[in-house]
C-alpha cells in the first residue's frame, strides 16, 4: 500500500471483506507498544455516539448548577 500526500491509505478488498467493512463505515487505527498498527472496525456506533461514551463519568464536580453559572459568570 502507499500513502497519498494526504495520509490516505486504501485498505485493499479482501482485508474489507474480512473485516465486513462497507464504504461509509468507520474504523479507527490502534497502535500498538510495539509500533504495530491494527484496523479495528468501530462497529454500528455512530460519531457522536462514542464521544458521548467517552465522555461519560468525567464531569464529576461536587458544584451545584448555581455554583457553575455564578463561576461562569465571573460572579
Known amino acids: 500500500m502507499r500513502i497519498t500526500r494526504k495520509g490516505q491509505i486504501t485498505i485493499p478488498l479482501r482485508v ?4 465486513g467493512l462497507e464504504p461509509g463505515d468507520e474504523v479507527d487505527v490502534i497502535v500498538g507498544d510495539d509500533g504495530m498498527a491494527t484496523i479495528v472496525p468501530l462497529g454500528s456506533r455512530t460519531r457522536g455516539e462514542r464521544i458521548v461514551e467517552a465522555l461519560t463519568g468525567k464531569g464529576e464536580v461536587p458544584l451545584t448548577t448555581d455554583e457553575i453559572m455564578a463561576l461562569t459568570r465571573g460572579e
Not at 16 to 19: A, E, G, P, T, V
Open 16 to 19: 474489507r471483506q474480512q473485516l
